[in-house]
């Protein structure tokens, strides 16, 4: 039986549900990762077929070289951890199994170079607190400061005056050197991503999420969720399907930006997940897209409940270079939600309290963790932790008063 090896960088959900598509596949799923705890290997061992603890996941040329010396040449290396896209692709390239070249997944972990590629707001570079001014004439007020190649909203700001576009330089200049993250201490060619920032002009519109699949040059979209709950630091907390009020002119609108921008990017044979801003002035515009897997946490599950595309399965196929993947009827092609829940503060994770009663609340179809006691969580980092699936809401309304319902009732306890 040959092996397809998943390397991780941190904790995930996706680590399940692309072992059993591998599994499903006919292969073995063999995860690379950095040492884990006795009770997490116990937990893995009922994903995985082996776990091998790797120290530097991001080192292509030691990963490969341990992938090859351990199972020859595997049917396919694939992750859906975020910072490692780039280097898994080379490890890929390394070991011959690449279906997309780990430059073109190296672009979209660029946000500069994304901008560069497919335009947009006027945006541009910052690597002191003394070009605010001129980063500002440039770009315009208000603004977006966000990591060049960050994600999960990590430290994203919007800014409205000159002195506050430098406070968020100072801000993440202070911050990002300090984070566990790793893919801010590795440079992006001249650039390093923990003194230079991406400033953008602002977009004003409705805001929205679309998976795209792209085989041999082609690109299907396969669902659009709208985000009508968004707080001050720009975590989602509510996103739904179909978009409430989206017309389906508009929607084809949306999900042609996304197609347009994965291919654009060179993409191929693979999974993106595309964030998208319907301006009021410019139309769709690309906000951000993460190439190489889908959506996190349990947006692929609502896009399979309505639409029978199992995104994780398509994404394995994909990377073995394998037929698509079986689709099953929609479950349930009825208006769904998904409802997230931070943890309040920084530190580590020691319990998570009300499940239950949550998962009692009437419309709650599925509740899923996607954080365990012991993991380090922060209050900058968009991190998943319980998510609610729901159904039987009336608006947008109705889902904010659920999603205070729920918050009230969920207890995730940091020391």
């Known amino acids: 039986m040959s092996t397809v090896v998943l390397i991780r960088e941190a904790r995930g959900h996706w680590v399940g549900e692309v072992a059993a598509a591998v599994h499903a596949a006919g292969h073995r799923a063999v995860l690379l990762a950095p040492p884990v705890d006795a009770a997490e290997r116990v937990s893995l061992a009922t994903l995985v077929d082996e776990v091998v603890a790797v120290d530097d996941v991001y080192d292509a040329e030691a990963v490969a070289a341990a992938i090859r010396s351990a199972y020859g040449t595997p049917a396919a290396v694939l992750t859906g951890s975020d910072g490692a896209i780039a ?13 997309c070249p780990a430059s073109v997944f190296a672009r979209c972990a660029n946000k500069f170079a994304v901008r560069e590629v497919l335009g947009g707001p006027a945006f541009a570079l910052i690597s002191s607190a003394a070009e605010a001014a001129e980063v500002a004439a440039r770009v315009g007020l208000p603004a977006i400061v966000k990591p060049v190649n960050g994600a999960g909203s990590n430290l994203v ?7 506050e576009l430098a406070a968020a330089y100072e801000l993440l200049a202070a911050r990002l050197p300090e984070s566990a993250d790793l893919r801010y201490r590795r440079p992006l060619g001249t650039l390093d991503p923990a003194k230079t920032f991406l400033v953008e002009g602002f977009l004003d519109g409705p805001e929205y999420a679309v998976d795209v699949l792209i085989r041999d040059g082609v690109a299907e979209p396969v669902e659009i969720l709208d985000k009508p709950l968004i707080d001050e630091r720009k975590f989602e907390l509510v996103l739904s399907c179909p978009p409430a009020g989206l017309s389906d002119e508009r929607a084809a609108l949306v999900t ?24 009021k002035q410019r139309g769709p515009t ?24 199992d995104v994780f399965a398509e994404l394995t196929a994909l990377a073995l270079g394998a037929p698509p993947p079986a689709r099953e009827p929609a479950k349930l092609p009825i208006p769904l939600a998904m409802l997230i829940l931070y943890a309040a503060g920084s530190g580590t994770l020691t319990g998570i309290g009300g499940l239950d009663e949550v998962a009692a609340l009437p419309e709650v179809i599925d509740v899923v963790t996607t954080v365990s006691p012991g993991q380090v969580l922060s209050d900058e980092q968009e991190t998943y932790a319980v998510n609610l699936v729901v159904a039987g809401f009336a608006d947008h309304e109705d889902l904010a008063a659920l999603h205070a319902e729920a918050s009230k009732l969920i207890r995730l306890e940091v020391v």
């Open 157 to 163: 700001r919007t800014v409205s005056t000159v002195d």
């Open 87 to 99: 280097s898994t692709a080379r490890v890929a390239e390394l070991l011959g199994v690449a279906r």
């Open 286 to 309: 690309i906000v951000e897209v993460n190439a190489g897997r889908p959506a996190g946490s349990i947006m692929p599950l609502l896009a399979k409940l309505r639409t029978g595309i």
């Open 256 to 279: 042609a930006a996304a197609s347009s921008a994965v291919l654009a990017l060179g993409l191929d044979n693979t999974v993106a997940h595309v964030e998208v801003i319907d301006d």
